[in-house]
């Protein structure tokens, strides 16, 4: 079983930066590949980033690419996405993810846990 805790969210002009942190329970975080997924008003959820269990392959949705950073801390039993350059579209509430794969397939099907989530509203 893994719980995750995202933070990090909130209110910011278009064009700013946030942070989000999600911090895992248990002592197998790294044999899990780690994502992000957003979800907005009216909206089905969708994948935004993920990380290999290693840290050393990543993989974004492409209305992301360049501005988004999936980051991990294995000894701390973190992840983090740095996102830049903020949109208005990018107004969601933002989920972290474990799942129990490569990471890769997270872009294709449900990861195995969720966190409950994080608000984050980029205003226009």
């Known amino acids: 079983q893994v719980q995750l805790v995202e933070s990090g969210g909130g209110l910011v002009q278009a064009g700013g930066s946030l942070r989000l942190s999600c911090a895992a329970s248990?002592?197998?975080?790294?044999?899990?590949?780690m994502g992000w997924f957003r979800q907005a008003p009216g909206k089905e959820r969708e994948f935004v980033a993920a990380?290999?269990?290693?840290?050393?392959?990543?993989f974004y949705t492409d209305s992301v690419k360049g501005r988004f950073t999936i980051s991990r801390n294995n000894a701390k039993n973190t992840v983090s996405l740095q996102m830049n350059s903020l949109k208005p579209e990018d107004t969601a509430v933002y989920y972290c993810a474990a799942d129990n794969s490569d990471g890769v397939s997270m872009r294709y099907t449900p990861p195995d846990y969720w966190g409950q989530g994080t608000q984050v509203t980029v205003s226009s």
């Open positions: 990380i290999s269990r290693s840290g050393g392959s990543t």
């Open positions: 248990g002592r197998t975080f790294s044999s899990y590949a």
